[in-house]
């Protein structure tokens, strides 16, 4: 097993919160930062039911410190629709119902203004938008809504995105490859293989993200490589329709692998068939994501 095989599965098995971004596995391990600085657990009495129902939901939120949690808080209470479009923020009411500063609550909401999710006018306020102004590429927004009433829609809608995204990839990468990228990626797989053997889904994960994000982005397409984080996305939301990638066996291994090869042979059309192949949703599945039509 290689250094860095041997690295990842020891570091994964002692931290299984969390996935990596791009580029991060050989920064293992992934233990988060101590969580010095929770959003306070509020007393709702009398108060906003909206606000009270998320603050409890939210009490178990990763530690981002103050200004992520109340991010996450009012983004999931947006997303979800306990906060309606149109909905006027005030930002003393949330500084008071979560207990933190008007630093904290502006800085979150110039966030939140950003995705798309409020804007904020002079003689108005801040008020809450409506889904079509969201950015629903951003990955916050992909995780909020995956694991909320919209779930069924927003996993359907990124695999069918994925569908799109990533054969491209894979076959425009095939004539950018580089001797240390075919490395990384050959890297992914051998992890990926060990992992599966010892039954260690999330080292399993955690490399099948890092194949994927990288593959994106050594396509030589600015705007593609754009894209790689709904693909990080997209890869950490379970429970969508199960491809390849969401089924970590022997086929799946080798339809990676496949793929690794056809990059080191400079072979466009193959990368981008054992791509489709390992994107193709399984026929049991319910609800299955329809392929592209061919032109």
């Not at 709702?44 to 409890?56: F, K, T």
């Not at 939210?58 to 009012?74: D, I, K, M, N």
């Not at 409020?118 to 927004?141: E, F, H, K, M, Q």
Request: proline share 6%.
């Amino acid at each position: 097993m290689s250094t860095l095989a041997h690295t990842m599965m020891t570091a994964a098995r002692s931290a299984d919160s969390g996935l990596a971004g791009p580029g991060e596995l050989d920064r293992y391990p992934y233990a988060e930062a101590p969580v010095t600085d929770r959003v306070g657990t509020p007393a709702w009495e009398g108060g906003d039911p909206d606000l009270g129902r998320v603050g409890r939901r939210a009490s178990g939120s990763r530690g981002r410190g103050l200004h992520g949690q109340l991010v996450q808080q009012l983004g999931q209470m947006i997303v979800s629709g306990d906060l309606g479009a149109d909905r006027p923020l005030v930002p003393e009411e949330i500084g008071q119902r979560f207990e933190v500063s008007r630093t904290v609550v502006r800085e979150s909401l110039r966030v939140l203004e950003a995705k798309g999710l409020v804007s904020a006018r002079p003689n108005v306020g801040t008020r809450v938008r409506p889904v079509s102004d969201w950015n629903l590429l951003d990955p916050d927004i992909i995780e909020w809504r995956a694991f909320g009433p919209q779930r069924d829609d927003q996993r359907r809608e990124l695999s069918e995105l994925r569908w799109t995204i990533e054969p491209l990839a894979a076959r425009l990468a095939a004539g950018h490859g580089r001797e240390e990228v075919q490395q990384r990626l050959c890297d992914m797989v051998e992890i990926m293989s060990h992992a599966l053997a010892q039954g260690d889904a999330l080292t399993y994960a955690r490399a099948d993200t890092e194949f994927h994000t990288l593959l994106i982005q050594i396509a030589g397409n600015r705007m593609l490589e754009h894209l790689s984080g709904i693909v990080s996305a997209a890869l950490q939301v379970s429970g969508g329709p199960v491809t390849g990638c969401d089924r970590p066996n022997e086929a799946s291994l080798a339809q990676h692998a496949r793929i690794v090869d056809a990059l080191g042979t400079g072979d466009g059309t193959a990368a981008e068939s054992a791509m489709r192949q390992l994107l193709t949703v399984h026929p049991e599945v319910e609800r299955v994501v329809p392929a592209p039509r061919e032109h």
